[in-house]
């Protein structure tokens, strides 16, 4: 494959998009296999132990994901997240032991309740990126009942909350991956986000190529429409690598749309619990089968993570735990 800058260009030129139908670069597939809010009350193939999360990444790996996006758990409380840099460096560790060159991607966003201090614990543990927020994320939603026998049951709850990030808090967030080497995958989830990224640029915080996912059909963030991404996608610095995802019943447009288009697709258990209407889906792997399916269909090839590493400019070793 040639040199990684050779793969960016403005997604939302046309003539830029018509110069490279048919021979669009491979398209790097991330799973996200399981989320810091959901688990086995919403499907019980969701991971939630280091064990199980490991395993089920190491089916997604086979069926083509290039790069992990995960959510450590509390191993005391299932339904909480991590908040200890030795619980995420034992996932990290497992992950790894399956998946021997898989890209491993840790949140910082974390789940309801947690401290910033708690969502900066994983970098400590050296994943090769982690996500960061670029906004602050208001939702209101409901959790189904957590029955017996499932570990640590508990009833509905509803969630109504605003995680208050800040122009000084995303920086600092930047500032310590770039202490620890990880790359940023900056979220953004709406026409706010490009404000954000302009002032980590200004101040040094964040590298070339730039690692950007447009979230889209999440509450608050921008309705999940074509025109919606288009229009991100003209806010975005130069030497952007653009990553989609879509929440629920969005997830299938918004990556086929992104394959399409030229960008990279991020599916999987965290952020759509279905594989169709009124089937729950039985795997990550059966997320990223499909997704893998409609690349080759759409003459795109699935990116390596060999591949992947370059395109991202990440060390050609994976991270050894």
């Given at each position: 494959?040639?040199?990684?800058?050779?793969?960016?260009?403005?997604?939302?030129?046309?003539?830029?998009?018509?110069?490279?139908?048919?021979?669009?670069?491979?398209?790097?597939?991330?799973?996200?296999?399981?989320?810091?809010?959901?688990?086995?009350?919403?499907?019980d193939n969701l991971p939630e132990t280091a064990d199980e999360i490991a395993e089920s990444v190491a089916g997604a790996y086979r069926a083509g994901a290039t790069m992990v996006h995960v959510h450590a758990r509390d191993p005391k409380d299932f339904t909480r997240p991590a908040t200890r840099t030795e619980i995420w460096h034992e996932v990290n560790k497992q992950i790894r032991e399956r998946c021997?060159?898989?890209?491993?991607?840790?949140?910082?966003?974390?789940g309801p309740d947690m401290t910033m201090e708690e969502r900066l614990q994983c970098l400590p543990a050296r994943p090769e990126v982690a996500s960061l927020n670029l906004t602050p994320d208001m939702s209101k939603f409901r959790i189904a009942?957590?029955?017996?026998?499932?570990?640590?049951?508990?009833?509905?709850?509803?969630?109504?909350?605003c995680l208050p990030f800040t122009y000084g808090l995303v920086s600092r967030f930047a500032a310590e991956m770039k202490k620890y080497?990880?790359?940023?995958?900056?979220?953004?989830?709406?026409?706010?986000?490009?404000?954000?990224?302009?002032?980590l640029l200004k101040q040094g915080l964040i590298d070339k190529p730039y690692w950007i996912q447009t979230v889209m059909g999440y509450q608050t963030s921008s309705q999940a429409t074509f025109?919606?991404?288009?229009?991100?996608?003209?806010?975005?610095?130069?030497?952007?690598?653009?990553?989609?995802?879509?929440?629920?019943?969005?997830?299938?447009?918004m990556t086929t749309f992104a394959i399409l288009l030229g960008g990279h697709v991020r599916v999987g258990l965290e952020d759509n619990v279905y594989f169709k209407r009124g089937e729950k889906a039985k795997s990550n792997a059966q997320l990223v089968e499909r997704t893998a399916r409609i690349a080759h269909e759409l003459n795109r090839e699935v990116a390596t993570p060999a591949q992947a590493r370059e395109m991202l400019g990440l060390s050609a070793t994976p991270t050894r735990y």
């Open positions: 494959m040639s040199s990684q800058f050779k793969q960016l260009w403005r997604y939302a030129d046309t003539y830029e998009y018509l110069e490279r139908v048919g021979k669009m670069p491979p398209v790097i597939i991330v799973c996200a296999c399981n989320g810091g809010i959901q688990g086995k009350e919403s499907n021997p060159d898989i890209i491993i991607n840790n949140t910082t966003g974390g009942e957590r029955k017996p026998p499932l570990p640590f049951p508990r009833p509905m709850m509803e969630y109504d909350e080497g990880v790359k940023p995958e900056m979220e953004t989830y709406h026409s706010g986000g490009p404000w954000v990224m302009h002032d025109e919606n991404v288009v229009h991100l996608l003209r806010e975005m610095p130069e030497d952007t690598l653009w990553l989609t995802s879509g929440i629920g019943p969005h997830q299938l447009p």
